[in-house]
């Protein structure tokens, strides 16, 4: 009998272990289940100075603007969370192409050139480039220009138009890595005239007294775009789209326009 009632404490002892481990693996998987992962926090690169799209706001502190306020609304529509790095346009494409940033946006129109290497959102807001003098230069056009430097900014749209027809009307480039260098160049008389975004060049007209005019029609217009390394990021494409087109739905994106005056 004493050795049966050993044999029978032994049997109850190795189930009741056997139970607990059991119970400890389900707990230990449920608990797996239940995880989350966690958010990707995105660095998005954007200009330094390129009002109204983005501009420092002494007042704040921080970087405010167009660009701005599109990309927030859009980011608390479909919860995304990130990182906002103002380093100038040439300094945020690079930070794209290298992969330091997970996207830009600053002002950049869509261009197939520029699909070679970067891959777009839906286009968020129309524009093109234009001439600009000084306000009380004697050049009307293009015709005008030879023999002269034009200012342009790296790496931009203005630019790029620029270098195309420099050979044709006779001018030379120089160029610049922000746009309140350029304007400074040519309201000084360095250089004869520029090249800027038409929307751009007007709001630094009104809103900063420059002594600049603008000369013929606006060229080569656009969509601004926001952008990632071609092939990578997808997802955030889709979901800049998907909240982009929320936003303009639900009149959020046209308070943001009608904020900065269009």
């Given at each position: 009998?004493?050795?049966?009632?050993?044999?029978?404490?032994?049997?109850?002892?190795?189930?009741?272990?056997?139970?607990?481990?059991?119970?400890?693996?389900?707990?230990?998987?449920?608990?797996?289940?239940?995880?989350?992962?966690?958010?990707?926090?995105?660095?998005?690169?954007?200009?330094?100075?390129?009002?109204?799209?983005?501009?420092?706001?002494?007042?704040t502190s921080k970087y405010v603007g167009l660009d701005m306020d599109i990309l927030a609304a859009i980011a608390a529509d479909q919860?995304?969370?990130?990182e906002i790095k103002n380093e100038g346009f040439d300094a945020s494409m690079g930070a794209v192409q290298s992969g330091q940033a997970?996207?830009?946006?600053?002002?950049?129109?869509?261009?197939?050139?520029?699909?070679?290497?970067?891959?777009?959102?839906?286009?968020?807001?129309?524009?093109?480039?234009?001439?600009?003098?000084?306000?009380?230069?004697?050049?009307?056009?293009?015709?005008?220009?030879?023999?002269?430097?034009?200012?342009?900014?790296?790496?931009?749209?203005?630019?790029?138009?620029?270098?195309?027809?420099?050979?044709?009307?006779?001018?030379?480039?120089?160029?610049?890595?922000?746009?309140?260098?350029?304007?400074?160049?040519?309201?000084?008389?360095?250089?004869?005239?520029?090249?800027?975004?038409?929307?751009?060049?007007?709001?630094?007209?009104?809103?900063?007294?420059?002594?600049?005019?603008?000369?013929?029609?606006?060229?080569?217009?656009?969509?601004?775009?926001?952008?990632?390394?071609?092939?990578?990021?997808?997802?955030?494409?889709?979901?800049?789209?998907?909240?982009?087109?929320?936003?303009?739905?639900?009149?959020?994106?046209?308070?943001?326009?009608?904020?900065?005056?269009?």
């Amino acid at each position: 009998m004493k050795s049966t009632g050993r044999m029978v404490i032994i049997v109850l002892a190795i189930t009741m272990m056997f139970t607990s481990l059991v119970g400890c693996g389900k707990q230990a998987t449920q608990t797996t289940q239940t995880t989350q992962p966690t958010a990707k926090n995105y660095v998005i690169y954007s200009d330094n100075s390129f009002a109204p799209f983005e501009y420092y706001d002494s007042a704040t502190s921080k970087y405010v603007g167009l660009d701005m306020d599109i990309l927030a609304a859009i980011a608390a529509d479909q919860k995304i969370t990130y990182e906002i790095k103002n380093e100038g346009f040439d300094a945020s494409m690079g930070a794209v192409q290298s992969g330091q940033a997970d996207a830009m946006i600053a002002g950049m129109t869509i261009t197939d050139k520029r699909k070679a290497t970067f891959d777009f959102s839906d286009g968020y807001f129309q524009d093109g480039q234009i001439m600009m003098v000084g306000a009380n230069s004697n050049i009307k056009s293009l015709e005008d220009l030879k023999g002269s430097v034009v200012a342009v900014k790296t790496s931009t749209q203005g630019a790029e138009y620029a270098k195309g027809v420099a050979g044709k009307y006779g001018f030379t480039l120089q160029y610049y890595e922000d746009s309140p260098t350029m304007y400074t160049a040519v309201t000084n008389g360095t250089n004869a005239a520029g090249f800027e975004d038409f929307s751009v060049i007007g709001w630094a007209i009104k809103h900063q007294s420059l002594k600049i005019k603008t000369v013929g029609e606006v060229i080569n217009p656009g969509s601004y775009g926001f952008a990632v390394k071609k092939g990578s990021n997808a997802e955030l494409i889709q979901k800049f789209n998907a909240g982009l087109a929320n936003i303009k739905a639900n009149g959020k994106y046209k308070e943001i326009l009608t904020k900065y005056g269009y």
